[in-house]
């Protein structure tokens, strides 16, 4: 079974940082195109970052000049570094692993932005 691991959440103040990682035993994992997702008490879960199997990257508006994504393929794991964040920002966090037909998801880690 694909096990898919979120770490690094947790509390921080607005304006802190957080760096998030997700490591995914995946046989070849520079095939996978890797995302996080986030999502809020009473909301969808929306994208946050992606990037492709090739090094393509997308943000979602909100984050972006904020967030970084990167993701190191021999040691299987990818990084959200997280900056200037904003109480908006709270949320589960989820790490996503897509390639052709397979997808798999983390169980996720929680960011709370908080005085």
């Known amino acids: 079974q694909i096990q898919v691991v979120e770490s690094g959440g947790g509390l921080v103040q607005p304006g802190g940082s957080l760096t998030l990682s997700c490591t995914a035993e995946l046989r070849i994992f520079s095939l996978y195109h890797m995302g996080w997702y986030r999502q809020a008490p009473g909301k969808q879960r929306e994208l946050v970052a992606r990037?492709?199997?090739?090094?393509?990257?997308d943000y979602g508006a909100s984050v972006k000049g904020r967030f970084t994504v990167s993701r190191d393929n021999d040691k299987k794991v990818v990084y959200l570094q997280m900056n200037n964040l904003k109480p908006e920002d709270t949320a589960v966090y989820y790490c996503?692993?897509?390639?052709?037909?397979?997808?798999?998801w983390g169980q996720g880690t929680q960011v709370t932005v908080s005085s």
């Open positions: 996503n692993a897509d390639y052709t037909w397979e997808h798999y």
């Open positions: 990037i492709s199997s090739g090094g393509s990257i």
